[in-house]
C-alpha cells in the first residue's frame, strides 16, 4: 500500500476509534432506538480521511474531484442502488414468512442503533447521507481507486473488505446488531459478508462511472433493510445469502472478462 494509502487507514480509523473505544472500554451496548451521540460521531471517519489526504496531496483539484464524484448524477444506477436492496427485502419478507416469521411493522424499519427511535424516512436520511456518504467517500471514493492502481479491482476490493473490517471491531461488542458476530471465531464470518459487499459495492462504482452517491445510496438502503430492528427475525440473514451470491456471480463475471480479454490479444 503507497503512503497515501497508509495515511488514510490510519485517519480513517484514528478518527473514528477516538470516538468508539471509550464505548467499548465502559462495556456499553447500544441498542435498536437508543441514542448514542460518540458511536455517530465516529461514523464519517472514511470522509474524514480522504477529505485531509486528498487535501494534503492534490490540493483544491483532488477536493474538486472527489465533491463532483459526491454528488454525481447517474439515474439509472440511483434506481439500481435504490430498488435492488427493497428487491431484496421482498424475498427476505416472503422467505421468511413462509418459514413462519412474523411480518415486521413498518415502525421497525425505523429503530437503527445509535439513533432514537424515529420513522422510515429519517432513518434512511440518516442511513445514506451520514452513514452512506461518511464511508462511500473513503472505502469506494478514495480507498479503492487509489488501491487499483497497484492491484487489479479484485485485490483492491479485499484490501478495502479487510480495512473495513477492522474499522468496525471497536463496534463489535458495542451494537447490539453485531452481537452474534462479537466472539471471535465469528470474525472469518464477519470479514467474509463485508468482503461480498466490497465486491458489491465496487462493481456499482465501477459501473455508475464512479459515482459516490450511487454506492452511498446503495449503502444506506441496505443498512435500512438489513440494518434495523425489522431485519432482526431473520430477513438479515437472507439478505446477506442474497449479497454473497451477487458477489460470487461478480467475481466470476470479472474473472470471465479477464480471460476473454486475454484471449482477445
Not at 98 to 126: E, K
Not at 184 to 193: K, Q, T
Amino acid at each position: 500500500m503507497t503512503i497515501r494509502g497508509v495515511a488514510f487507514v490510519v485517519i480513517a480509523l484514528g478518527y473514528s476509534w477516538a470516538w468508539w473505544l471509550p464505548l467499548t472500554a465502559s462495556g456499553q451496548a447500544i441498542g435498536f432506538g437508543a441514542a448514542a451521540p460518540a458511536y455517530l460521531a465516529g461514523v464519517p471517519g472514511p470522509l474524514v480521511a480522504a477529505v485531509a489526504v486528498t487535501a494534503a496531496t492534490e490540493g483544491v483539484a483532488g477536493l474538486r474531484d472527489l465533491g463532483s464524484r459526491m454528488v454525481r448524477v447517474r439515474l439509472r444506477w440511483y434506481g439500481v442502488a435504490l430498488l435492488v436492496p427493497v428487491a431484496l427485502l421482498g424475498v427476505a419478507l416472503l422467505i421468511t414468512a413462509a418459514a413462519g416469521a412474523p411480518v415486521p411493522a413498518i415502525a421497525a424499519f425505523g429503530m437503527f442503533p445509535g439513533l432514537p427511535a424515529t420513522g422510515v424516512l429519517v432513518v434512511w436520511c440518516y442511513a445514506v447521507l451520514w452513514n452512506g456518504l461518511g464511508e462511500e467517500t473513503g472505502w469506494r471514493g478514495y480507498l479503492q481507486p487509489l488501491l487499483e492502481q497497484r492491484f487489479s479491482r479484485l485485490g483492491a476490493t479485499a484490501v478495502v473488505s479487510v480495512v473495513w473490517a477492522a474499522w468496525h471491531l471497536p463496534l463489535l461488542p458495542v451494537l447490539t446488531s453485531f452481537a452474534v458476530l462479537a466472539a471471535p471465531a465469528m470474525l472469518p464470518v464477519f470479514w467474509f459478508g463485508l468482503a461480498c459487499l466490497s465486491v458489491v459495492l465496487a462493481r456499482l462504482y465501477d459501473r455508475s462511472g464512479g459515482s459516490i452517491a450511487v454506492v452511498a445510496l446503495w449503502h444506506g438502503t441496505y443498512n435500512v433493510v438489513a440494518g434495523t430492528a425489522a431485519a432482526q427475525a431473520g430477513i438479515n440473514v437472507v439478505l446477506t445469502v442474497g449479497v454473497m451470491a451477487w458477489a460470487v456471480w461478480a467475481v466470476a463475471d470479472d474473472i470471465r472478462g479477464r480471460r476473454s480479454a486475454v484471449a482477445g490479444t
